[in-house]
């Protein structure tokens, strides 16, 4: 399919919680702790009423601060800033594996986060990579809306000067990549088990196995053009000897 060749890819985009680091750290976990502190303190819940809510907002709307924003009036800098106050070096270290994967992805490097930019540079620095990245786009610089929404994928692309074709998207949630997708971009979803790849064109279990997937779609210039999920198994093994044409076109 004609509309599939060609691509010039500039920018490739991770996520950043349990994308660009592993889910088992933990990290996201105390994130979530604190959402759900935040919740109690600010809407006279249990600790059980507020996970239920929690749990509800994050279906319904996307994130709990979409839902906060939606049904309360809050202060969305202030919760911001709470739910982000964790100590990242208890649950996260330098990684040299990470640095050398980035180093050998010859694109931009972007972040971008439904956190805060902030939050996303503490993170990068705790595992040593922060030099790689041009820049970090938090929810506040796309405001305030999360991943769900198209408008949010179309602001960042406006920042980064680039097409939605140029740009390859890293992500752990499946829905969060459907937008970007539709906009055109090539999406690589981590994780083992999705609730439902139907927003991604890869699958692979760590953001460890990129490196061979990005290095066929910058040999091949083209992102799938089927909307069968291929998996980083099924892609074949990230060796040099395998034919361009081994990406799906
Ligand atoms: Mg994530």
């Known amino acids: 399919m004609l509309w599939a060749m060609g691509r010039n890819y500039e920018v490739i985009i991770f996520d950043l919680d349990d994308t660009i680091y592993p889910r088992h750290s933990g990290l996201m976990q105390e994130v ?32 709990t601060l979409a839902g906060l924003l939606a049904e309360h009036s809050i202060d969305p800098r202030s919760y911001l800033s709470f739910v982000h106050d964790v100590p990242i070096e ?43 990245f041009e820049q970090v786009i938090g929810i506040e610089e796309v405001g305030l ?8 994928h179309e602001q ?12 390859i998207m890293v992500e752990d949630s499946a829905r969060n990549l459907g937008p ?24 692979v279990r760590d953001v460890m196995e990129l490196e061979g997937i990005v290095r066929r779609l910058l040999e091949s210039g083209c992102r799938p053009a089927s909307l069968n999920t291929v998996r980083a198994d099924e ?12 990406v799906p076109a």
């Not at 809306?145 to 949010?152: F, Q, T």
């Open 180 to 203: 970007a997708r539709e906009l055109g971009m090539t999406t690589i979803l981590v994780g083992a088990e999705p609730e439902s790849d139907d927003g991604a064109d890869f699958v």
């Open 145 to 152: 809306r999360n991943k769900l929404h198209r408008e949010a």
């Open 156 to 167: 960042v692309l406006a920042r980064l000067g680039v097409p939605a074709s140029a740009c």
């Open 235 to 246: 892609a074949g093994p990230a060796d040099a000897t395998r034919s361009p044409d081994s």
């Open 32 to 63: 979530g702790r604190r959402i759900r502190e935040w919740v109690v303190n600010h809407l006279g819940l249990n600790a059980e009423e507020a996970a239920t809510v929690q749990h509800d907002y994050y279906v319904r709307y996307g994130t």
């Open 90 to 132: 208890k649950f996260l270290a330098e990684d040299k594996a990470l640095a050398a994967l980035l180093q050998s992805i010859p694109l931009r490097k972007v972040i971008y986060t439904n956190g805060t930019a902030d939050y996303a540079w503490r993170v990068l620095r705790a595992l040593g990579v922060a030099d790689y």
